[in-house]
């Protein structure tokens, strides 16, 4: 059993096995945390979700809904969803989706999602107000060797989007979505700056705009 300090356990890696990672989990004082374990580690992130951080993941939530019913492709968005395999993965992002052939992958009535049942999502996002260096660290080796097929991480601090397409277990940074086709990613990037001094409801007139436009460019 951990023995380790609650207040230690937090927003940091901890050595545990499966088992008792589970057993950290249920603990009643982390019923609203998020956690992921990876390498016989976990992390717990009890991290207060502020407003920098919840508006962020407002807009990108918006921009790729937005995007994928004028494109016309199929999507299926999860909001801090949790996925497991046993013994060796388990993961809560911000944002994950299920997109083209895989959008109806989940049933309705499904609660944490077993990936040795499922398949992992297309697409995870990651909203980096203080967690920017683990982020691109621990957790892009985590959905690396998970074959996620893309990963992208938002930048709160520096207004930014990052993302990353993962083949063969590795990852390179990309300009463009490739799960999403012709999604730029200079233009989420600018959503994000236009959100700073705009609302949502202008900065979401401002996408549709911008989509619609490389729609008809098409």
Not at 110 to 122: R, S
Request: net charge negative.
């Amino acid at each position: 059993m951990v023995t380790t300090s609650a207040k230690s356990l937090t927003n940091t890696w901890v050595s545990a096995t499966w088992d008792e990672y589970l057993e950290n989990i249920d603990n009643p004082i982390y019923k609203k945390a998020k956690s992921y374990y990876y390498n016989n580690e976990y992390r717990i992130e009890m991290t207060p979700i502020g407003n920098d951080h919840s508006q962020d993941h407002s807009i990108i939530n918006h921009a790729v809904y937005l995007y994928a019913t004028i494109k016309g492709i199929p999507l299926n968005g999860k909001d801090n969803c949790s996925y497991r395999k046993a013994g060796v993965f388990a993961i809560q992002p911000d944002l994950s989706c299920y997109i083209g052939d895989n959008a109806n992958a989940i049933p309705w009535g499904t609660g944490i999602v077993d990936l040795n049942q499922y398949p992992e999502p297309n697409l995870v996002i990651e909203v980096a107000n203080s967690s920017l260096a683990d982020d691109l660290g621990q957790k892009r080796l985590l959905y690396e060797d998970l074959g996620i097929a893309e990963y992208w991480i938002i930048d709160v601090q520096n207004v930014k989007v990052i993302a990353f397409k993962i083949v063969n277990n590795g990852s390179q940074r990309i300009k463009e979505s490739q799960v999403l086709p012709g999604l730029e990613i200079a233009r989420l990037t600018e959503a994000l700056q236009r959100s700073r001094n705009s609302n949502h409801t202008e900065v979401g007139t401002w996408l549709l705009q911008q989509f619609q436009k490389s729609k008809n460019n098409l």
